[in-house]
């Protein structure tokens, strides 16, 4: 098989990753292509996908927005042209606090940036905070976090990062932080699991042999390491949904999504009539 038409193969496998869910990062479809077993786990075979679908977007065989860059995004002053305007933009953004009547607090804490579209989209219906850490958080960030949290109490986070040396250790690191500012919340890692990478048959990693850590995490669990990016995107998906469900009273939630409505067309009525 030559070149020409590898390529060809990983385009048309890109499209079907990115048919059943986008936008996505290059990084997650050429995981996504991994686990689907189109293409090997290698440096070399990444590059190959990120420029097959730079191919594919200027030739019209992917459209651009379903590749997503989360790093580079511009920076621009939001501005509207009169209050009517104004007035859609904060129907959209006003929410009421949920949190008021719930039997406890939920945060949902990732560490990689590429998949946090997907995290974004489904705890927005749900009020829950997203955290993003990129790889290990910032003592600032964690300082903040046990402000929010106070000491803990009723408080769950939710956290979803990589199954390897490193990610196992940044979840339990979380505690040890967090418990340095007197603050101790409860503390699920909700993916990736060692019964994730078994269930799934997910394409593993060798373990990084300048990994620190490496030696404890290989004799506990074996020479396996899984990104989070290779869980398919549905399974991802239901997981959050479900973690988050659990843990809300779903009849006080509709009681203030119904409460928000009517606070909304009010917002409307009285900023359309200042216009």
Not at 146 to 171: C, Q
Request: glycine share 6%; net charge negative; hydrophobic share 40%.
């Amino acid at each position: 098989m030559g070149k020409h038409a590898k390529t060809l193969m990983i385009i048309e496998e890109a499209k079907q990753v990115l048919s059943e869910y986008h936008p996505q990062t290059v990084r997650q479809v050429f995981y996504q292509l991994v686990s689907r077993q189109v293409i090997e786990n290698k440096r070399s075979r990444y590059q190959a996908v990120s420029n097959a679908l730079v191919g594919a977007r200027k030739g019209g065989e992917i459209p651009w927005d379903w590749i997503e860059d989360r790093l580079r995004r511009p920076r621009s002053v939001s501005m509207w042209d009169n209050l009517a305007g104004f007035a859609e933009t904060a129907k959209r953004a006003y929410r009421r606090n949920v949190w008021d009547g719930q039997p406890g607090y939920v945060e949902c804490w990732l560490e990689k940036d590429a998949l946090s579209g997907i995290f974004e989209d489904l705890l927005h219906g749900y009020g829950v905070t997203l955290n993003v850490g990129r790889g290990y958080d910032g003592w600032s960030s964690i300082r903040n976090a046990a402000k929010r949290y106070r000491s803990g109490n009723g408080v769950t986070v939710l956290y979803f990062g990589d199954f390897d040396p490193s990610g196992e250790n940044m979840f339990e690191s979380l505690w040890e932080r967090l418990e340095f500012f007197g603050c101790k919340p409860e503390i699920i890692k909700c993916a990736l699991t060692v019964e994730d990478v078994t269930r799934y048959n997910l394409p593993p990693n060798a373990t990084k042999e300048t990994d620190t850590r490496r030696a404890a995490f290989v004799a506990k669990h074996g020479d396996v390491s899984v990104e989070l990016d290779a869980l398919p995107v549905e399974v991802l998906r239901e997981r959050i949904v479900e973690e988050v469900v659990a843990r809300l009273d779903l009849r006080e939630l509709q009681a203030v999504r119904e409460q928000e409505k009517e606070d909304k067309a009010r917002l409307v009525e009285l900023l359309t009539d200042a216009a």
